[in-house]
């Protein structure tokens, strides 16, 4: 069975960072690109970033380029997004996705003084 585990969301204040993991199973990741997407209260969800198969070319999303960085360790089945600089309008559930066929429960990301 397909399985997407995000974690390593949690509460910060604005200029603090995260690193957030995609646990991945049950499908071939190693051929696959991923992304990680977010969704504010209210608001659609919207692109963050994306890293293809064998990691060696990344996309981001104008909001966050700079700030964050997108990884993978095919060994592990394991995505990556580290966060740095975070602002409040960072703050948002943010859910790993193979393309948009699968996806994972989402990691509750909070940026607040």
């Known amino acids: 069975q397909v399985q997407l585990v995000e974690s390593g969301g949690g509460l910060v204040q604005p200029g603090g960072s995260l690193r957030l993991s995609c646990a991945a199973s049950g499908f071939p990741f190693s051929t696959y690109s991923m992304c990680w997407y977010r969704q504010a209260p209210g608001k659609e969800r919207e692109f963050v970033a994306r890293?293809?198969?064998?990691?060696?070319?990344?996309y981001y999303a104008d909001s966050v380029r700079g700030r964050f960085t997108i990884s993978r360790d095919n060994t592990k089945n394991t995505m990556y997004l580290q966060m740095n600089s975070l602002k409040p309008e960072d703050t948002a559930v943010y859910y790993c996705t193979d393309g948009g066929t699968r996806w994972g429960q989402g990691t509750q990301v909070t940026v607040s003084s």
């Open positions: 890293i293809t198969s064998a990691g060696g070319v990344k």
